[in-house]
């Protein structure tokens, strides 16, 4: 069986049964608000079909999240680190639900074979790779622009400034991974992305565009799918220009002091502007390692202590943390410096059953408050053994 759909005046016949998504009775039933901010802003942006440029008019929404979908599906094809990214955002569960705003990623590095690139300049040149360019309405200054030679339309000419041209239009676009994140391994499984429709009707729509490594693709609207899947929407629990419109403008100032079980970390935040705060992003590096990597999401306005045990005795560790909303993260605060604690104390106590033939039970326990990786059992046969051996 084959289904046919129209994709931006291209009729492409595709194998159907094959690839399935949840319905969006699924991806968009979680109780979540409603918003209607944002919902009828367009873009003008040309024609990605193909790899060629149709005729600059003003298109849709639709356009506009078909073109993401179709450089993100290249994206996730292309970068193993992308993938990775995408799903360690996604878990972080900001909003309760798997959803990774695009606002609070474009500036996040990927590995690549050429080294680290942001994701806004990867997405970028992977729009120009494939001869895309997008048309604004006016040259405001805020983006790098020229005139088209053809039609005398301002278009963006930097490659850096497609995503941040498209968050500015939509600044709640997010890539969401409805179903099976947590099971998705992203070094495997390369997901098919597809996006929402601003005609969706559930029960009417039966399919949605999609694509597999640039290649469009018929997707399921009803059936659950057996594997993860990118989609590409509005976050629902965000009113673009009217809770949220800006990161957080705040001052953080974080201290780091060693613990008997590890490094205890808190600070403190100055909020002239009382912006909205969801929670902080905890970044932490060693002298061995070259930057910094996020350990910990606290979330919450309030949740300003975290403990980092999972530390190695006497190594240095520094760190610095950043507030974070639905638009992304703040400066970052100060950068602290702590040593991990000594070796633990001897244990308090240690005994030696024989409770049945062939068997001894040891049993001791340790002084509370120390940091213990694990503890080393060593045992020495009288008139067979020299010295202790070490069995476990």
């Known amino acids: 069986m084959k289904k046919i759909f129209k994709n931006k005046g291209n009729f492409y016949h595709l194998p159907f049964a094959t690839i399935l998504i949840f319905g969006l009775i699924f991806i968009y039933s979680c109780s979540k608000e409603e918003s209607k901010d944002i919902s009828n802003t367009t873009v003008e942006l040309r024609s ?66 050429s080294g680290s690139i942001s994701v806004k300049s990867f997405l970028g040149n992977i729009y120009q790779s494939i001869n895309a360019s997008i048309a604004t309405e006016s040259n ?13 339309d301002p278009v963006i000419s930097s490659p850096d400034d497609i995503i941040e041209y498209i968050i500015s239009v939509y600044p709640i676009i997010q890539i969401s991974i409805p179903v099976l994140a947590e ?22 729509t039966d399919y949605f565009e999609g694509y597999l490594n640039d290649n469009p693709i018929a997707v399921d609207a009803v059936i659950p799918p057996n594997e993860p899947v ?19 403008d705040v001052d953080i100032t974080l201290s780091a002091t060693t613990s008997p079980i ?19 992003r905890i970044y932490r ?53 702590a040593n991990a604690p000594d070796v633990p104390n001897a244990v308090a106590d ?14 001791w326990t340790h002084e509370t408050g120390q940091f213990i990786d694990n503890t080393t059992l060593f045992k020495r046969v009288i008139g067979v053994d020299a010295s202790y051996q070490q069995i476990g």
Not at 140 to 152: H, M, Y
Not at 232 to 247: D, K, M, T, Y
Not at 263 to 280: A, F, K, Q, R
């Open 183 to 204: 099971e998705w391994d992203e070094n495997i499984h390369i997901p098919v992305v597809t996006f929402i429709p601003e005609d969706y009707n559930e029960g009417v």
């Open 285 to 337: 590096k060693t002298l061995f390692s070259n930057s910094f990597e996020i350990v910990h999401d606290n979330i919450g306005k309030e949740n300003t202590i975290y403990n980092d045990n999972n530390v190695d005795a006497l190594l240095s560790y520094f760190y610095y943390v950043k507030a974070y909303n639905a638009m992304g993260e703040s400066e970052s605060s100060n950068i602290a410096q």
């Open 48 to 113: 990605l079909k193909s790899g060629s440029l149709v005729n600059s008019s003003r298109l849709n929404q639709d356009a506009d999240f078909n073109n993401l979908a179709r450089v993100v599906s290249i994206g996730v094809e292309k970068n193993k680190s992308f993938r990775k990214l995408l799903k360690q955002q996604a878990l972080i569960q900001f909003d309760g639900d798997y959803d990774v705003l695009v606002s609070t990623i474009k500036d996040e590095q990927l590995i690549t074979l």
């Open 350 to 363: 240690f005994s030696a059953l024989h409770l049945i033939a062939d068997e001894m039970e040891l049993r």
């Open 230 to 248: 990118l989609v590409i929407s509005l976050n629902e629990r965000f009113h673009g220009g009217s809770s949220i419109v800006a990161a957080p």
């Open 140 to 152: 405001d200054g805020v983006f790098n622009t020229e005139n088209d030679p053809n039609t005398g």
């Open 262 to 280: 590890g490094i205890s970390l808190s600070w403190s935040v100055s909020n002239p502007n009382d912006d909205e705060i969801m929670g902080y």
